[in-house]
Nanobody
């Protein structure tokens, strides 16, 4: 049974940092590209960042987070991370991780096969 479990979300002040984790089970983790998406209240879910399968040589970032967020993966731990720095109130959202079999690091949500339940990140002003 495939499971993606996010953790690390909490309330932080603007300018602060946070690291999210997503532990994956039930699939061959290294064969999947991994992505992070987020959904703010009243808005559609949007792409944040993604990393390619296996070595994670390719990464992709939304313009709104480029230079502030970093995605990484540890295949030995079946885990993908999202390091968030210089957080802004507009980063407030539920953050989801997702797995894309055979993908590179795409932004399109429809390419992802499995999704986690999400973790809440709230950035106060």
């Amino acid at each position: 049974q495939v499971q993606l479990v996010e953790s690390g979300g909490r309330l932080v002040q603007a300018g602060g940092s946070l690291r999210l984790s997503c532990i994956v089970s039930g699939l061959t983790f290294s064969n999947y590209a991994m992505g992070w998406f987020r959904q703010a209240p009243g808005k559609e879910r949007e792409f944040v960042t993604a990393i390619s399968s296996w070595s994670g040589a390719r990464t992709n970032y939304a313009e709104s987070v480029k230079g502030r967020f970093t995605i990484s993966r540890d295949n030995a731990k079946n885990t993908v991370y999202l390091e968030m720095n210089s957080l802004k109130p507009e980063d407030t959202a539920v953050y989801y991780c997702a797995a894309d079999f055979g993908g590179f690091a795409v932004a399109r949500q429809r390419e992802y096969d499995y999704w986690g339940q999400g973790t809440q990140v709230t950035v106060s002003s």
